[in-house]
């Protein structure tokens, strides 16, 4: 994979892992629960967590022959992402974020445990750990302050981020099958 390819599938990969996380912040920042120690608290959580997970699918894609790991991590990423699409069908994650009296640490955890099964499936692809997880970062980091900036305003907007996260994860996944 090219150096843009790379960061191409890694901003990709960044951008649906986090969507939830705007909304996530628009709830939490219309409750005036967004200082800096929260967002690098959540930020830290999910690019470890996220870091972690992309590994672990690196060190199985070593255990499968050439080219065999980025068409199933392609798949997976593609089947992911057509459940996310079904998840929002059948009417789940329009609530996704709006409880205000969420901690942000449990909020970290959430949206930790949402990229851990994407990372290791992008993992397996050859993406790389640490510029996935570097991305994923400065777009958290964004997402949350983006969130806050959107207010209750996003939260009509709120029943696409599910199929739009689908739609993005499925597009990484057949970049990853081509």
Do not use: H
Request: hydrophobic share 50%; glycine share 16%.
């Amino acid at each position: 994979m090219d150096s843009f390819s790379a960061l191409g599938a890694a901003i990709l990969f960044a951008l649906a892992c986090n969507l939830d996380t705007v909304l996530a912040a628009v709830g939490q920042g219309a409750g005036g629960g967004l200082d800096g120690r929260s967002v690098m608290t959540v930020g830290c959580v999910t690019t470890a967590v996220t870091f972690l997970s992309l590994t672990l699918g690196s060190i199985g894609a070593a255990l499968l022959s050439a080219g065999v790991p980025e068409r199933l991590g392609g798949l997976a990423l593609t089947g992911l992402g057509l459940w996310y699409i079904l998840d929002s069908l059948r009417g789940k994650g329009e609530e996704s974020g709006q409880s205000q009296g969420r901690s942000w640490v449990a909020l970290s955890a959430a949206l930790a445990v949402n990229n851990a099964g994407v990372g290791v499936a992008a993992g397996v692809t050859g993406l790389s750990p640490v510029l996935a997880s570097g991305c994923n970062f400065f777009i958290t980091l964004l997402c949350l302050w983006l969130g806050r900036r959107l207010g209750r305003a996003l939260s009509a907007w709120s029943r696409w981020a599910l199929p739009a996260s689908g739609w993005m994860l499925v597009a990484l996944g057949l970049w990853q099958l081509i």
